[in-house]
């Protein structure tokens, strides 16, 4: 396996890139566009640098009943943070310059390890 991935308490950790879309009175979010275009080429070009999972949550309310504050979240999980980097630096650009096809919102995106 190319990168490094290391253990912690039996734990195999990994990076996961969390992408957020905020609901905002004008944004809008084309789903379909980004399931059936987005993500598949998403995964096609992640794919070969350690893209080991993806995960996508619609918002649906907030706990106390008030509309979401999120359109959707994703998540992307790949093997090693060298890996992602790998990735990000070829694709990423192409992968961000999709964005608008699906929705007018500027994602706020977070690079994490699940503990």
């Known amino acids: 396996m190319h990168g490094s ?3 912690k308490d039996k734990v195999l950790l ?3 890139v969390t992408v ?3 609901k905002s009175e004008g944004s809008t979010f084309d789903f379909d ?3 059936q275009k987005h ?4 995964k ?3 794919a070969e640098f ?3 999972d993806t995960q996508v949550m619609r918002g649906s309310a907030m706990m106390d009943g008030a509309p979401p504050i999120y359109w959707l979240i994703g998540n992307l999980v790949f093997r090693s943070l060298e890996q992602m980097q790998e ?3 070829k694709y990423g650009a192409e992968v961000m310059a999709d964005i608008p096809n699906y929705t007018n919102v500027r994602p706020l995106i977070q690079i994490g390890e699940l503990l």
């Not at 993500?39 to 998403?42: E, F, L, T």
């Open 20 to 22: 957020m879309y905020p």
């Open 33 to 35: 566009y980004y399931l």
């Open 14 to 16: 990994m990076i996961w």
């Open 50 to 52: 350690g893209l080991a």
């Open 87 to 89: 990735a990000l630096a």
């Open 39 to 42: 993500v598949p080429m998403a």
């Open 5 to 7: 991935c290391w253990r």
């Open 44 to 46: 096609a070009r992640f």
